[in-house]
């Protein structure tokens, strides 16, 4: 059967889009404006900030026994969504 998430769905959408959405933003801002990175410097900056997030942070909420159902919800649906967002970024940042 399938399994469902589990976690505070508020919390849990809005620390997907930070990860997802606002992350990679802030990052192309700094990278492109701030730094004055360009090429494939500034592309990897952007990807790098644009990946889902990893499974230590569900290492660190099971070993201390907090938020474990959130993060593990974050987890999964960030990596599930980062199909799609990842695919978007690549074709706007030009990525060959």
């Known amino acids: ?3 469902q998430i589990r976690g ?3 919390e849990v959408t809005w620390l997907v889009f930070v990860k997802l959405i606002l992350q990679p933003l802030l ?5 492109y404006h701030v730094f004055g990175l360009s090429g494939v410097w500034a ?3 952007v990807i ?3 990946l889902p997030t990893g499974v230590p942070v569900f290492v660190v909420a099971q070993r ?3 938020y474990v159902e ?3 919800a974050v987890v999964v649906v960030s990596t599930g969504l980062s199909v799609a967002t990842l695919s978007v970024l690549l ?3 030009d990525v060959k």
């Open 1 to 3: 059967g399938s399994r």
């Open 8 to 10: 505070d769905v508020p």
């Open 27 to 31: 990052t192309w801002w700094l990278a």
């Open 43 to 45: 592309a990897a900056a």
């Open 48 to 50: 790098h900030a644009a």
């Open 64 to 66: 201390y026994k907090t």
């Open 70 to 72: 959130r993060s593990s």
């Open 91 to 93: 074709v706007l940042l």
